[in-house]
């Protein structure tokens, strides 16, 4: 399959997945614009042209988001990988929580685990923190309140910590992304 042809069969696939979902933020929008937001990030901001980076981009969410079992979600990474390839589930699955565990521990793993990831997992990761920072600082959650939008802020700092040193453009996107939520919310980033 060339570029263009998985790029596209990503965003086919993933919409089909998503297609009755919608963002946390008061405004509600589609969930597929998160993934496309991620992968453009990725290509046009961070200048990443891997096909199989963006594809697994797009599909970051589907396996953590869409299935209800294990069972499912093992079902529907055997499809990923049968569609879009070994290297493109890798990837995906790095970036992919297990919905088994309490969320505590899925996000402290997150911190533990980000110096661990391929280097196409840590660009993947820290374009999803920023778009993640971005639509909670533009668009927050109607029910999170300051102190939880903060704590966001600072576990994603955490995280990102241990994924630097994959693409500069992407981790200063990051820190401005970071800032500006910061400044939005009262908290002073300056030392």
């Not at 899925?106 to 920023?130: E, G, M, P, T, Y």
């Amino acid at each position: 399959m060339d570029d263009i042809s998985l790029i596209l069969r990503s965003l086919d696939f993933a919409a089909s997945r998503h297609r009755t979902q919608l963002r946390k933020g008061e405004d509600k929008t589609p969930y597929i614009n998160h993934p496309i937001q991620v992968a453009n990030l990725l290509a046009n901001d961070a200048g990443e042209k891997d096909a199989m980076l963006l594809a697994a981009a797009i599909l970051h969410d589907v396996i953590e988001d869409t299935v209800k079992s294990v069972e499912e979600r093992s079902d529907l990474a055997d499809q990923i990988s049968q569609i879009f390839g070994e290297k493109v589930l890798s990837i995906t699955l790095e970036v992919t929580d297990d919905k088994t565990l309490d969320k505590k521990e899925r996000k402290h793993l997150q911190v533990i685990n980000a110096k661990n990831k391929s280097d196409s997992a840590k660009k993947l990761k820290i374009a999803d923190k920023i778009m993640n920072i971005r639509d909670i600082t533009s668009n927050p959650p109607a029910d999170w309140t300051l102190e939880r939008i903060l704590a966001y802020f600072d576990w994603s700092e955490e995280v990102v910590a241990g994924l630097r040193g994959v693409n500069k453009r992407l981790e200063k996107l990051f820190d401005e992304s970071l800032a500006e939520g910061r400044m939005k919310y009262g908290v002073r980033t300056d030392s």
